[in-house]
């Protein structure tokens, strides 16, 4: 049995790390070949035969919003769970590899769109806001090497926001703007405006705006360093082996 020794200890984690010459897949080797309990067996970086992760039991993703489809294609082709940070995930995106998992009941998928803590809890907390505002709006800034606008986990905590005050029976805020230079008011996600900013010096943060009548609710979270998203990622490797199908958010796995 894959993984198991024969006193039924378990043998270590078989880990494929997918963008690992990457910012975050560098921090993933370190942080895998680190802990006790899993060893990395595969790095595959662009260009590079993805055949070399079959050695593994888990593939981890931080590649680009562009590959990484194809590199789960790959991996539920050939029984490898997943745990995925790449950022890009539609909701099409995730009705098509819940179709593909359909196929491979036993396998295991995490999508986080944030492995740190902080952002978990912010986008909860968030959500829980959500149902008592109106008004919200969401302010992410990053690193200006960020290849992608808005971040993953700003379009997820819209989301959020968007379900819990329909659910709660509002709308969107009053908003007054009839005249504006295109992107001055951001991008609208799900009814919930979104604004980017890209600074060298930043690595990944969040601000949730909320207004009501005479008072303002702010959540911000900072990383302020990428091995804030390591231990989430750990634990990710850790329960996808036992967690069949797909989990769309870290929140499901702390049970936050
Ligand atoms: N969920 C989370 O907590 C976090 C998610 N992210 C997300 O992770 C992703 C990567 O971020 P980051 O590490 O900063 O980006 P980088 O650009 O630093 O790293 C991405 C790496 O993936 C490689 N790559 C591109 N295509 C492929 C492919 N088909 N197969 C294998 N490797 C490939 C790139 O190689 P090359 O340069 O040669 O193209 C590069 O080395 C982004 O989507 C980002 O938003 C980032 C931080 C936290
Ligand atoms: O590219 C990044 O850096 C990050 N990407 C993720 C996202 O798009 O939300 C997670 C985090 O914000 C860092």
Not at 45 to 74: I, K
Not at 194 to 219: C, D, K, N, W
């Amino acid at each position: 049995m894959t993984g198991a020794s024969v006193d039924g200890d378990r043998t270590p984690i078989k880990v494929g790390v997918l963008g690992a010459r990457g910012r975050m897949g560098t921090e993933v080797v370190k942080a895998v070949n680190a802990a006790p309990d899993m060893e990395v067996v595969a790095t595959v970086n662009s260009g590079d035969d993805l055949a070399a992760l079959t050695a593994a039991e888990v593939v981890v993703d931080f590649t680009h919003p562009d590959a990484v489809m194809d590199n789960l294609r790959f991996a539920v082709d050939h029984g490898l769970h997943a745990v995925v940070g790449t950022s890009g995930f539609t909701d099409e995106r995730i009705e098509t590899l819940t179709g593909w998992l359909a196929d491979k009941p036993e396998l295991g998928m995490l999508i986080a769109p944030n492995f740190a803590l902080g952002a978990v809890l912010a986008m909860r907390f968030a959500q829980q806001a959500a149902r008592f505002y109106d008004s919200a709006e969401v302010v992410e800034l990053h690193h200006n090497r960020k290849a992608d606008a808005p971040s993953g986990t700003a379009a997820h905590t819209a989301r959020l926001i968007s379900t819990a005050r329909a659910e709660a029976g509002r709308g969107p805020g009053e908003d007054a703007t009839t005249s504006e230079l295109d992107g001055a008011r951001g991008a609208d996600v799900a009814g919930v405006r979104v604004h980017s900013v890209r600074l060298p010096g930043l690595v990944a943060h969040e601000e949730i705006l909320f207004g009501a009548q005479g008072e303002t609710l702010t959540i911000r979270h900072d990383s302020l360093d990428r091995t804030s998203f390591m231990p989430g990622v750990l634990l990710g490797i850790r329960s996808v082996l036992s967690r069949p199908g797909l989990t769309v958010g870290l929140e499901h796995v702390l049970g936050v």
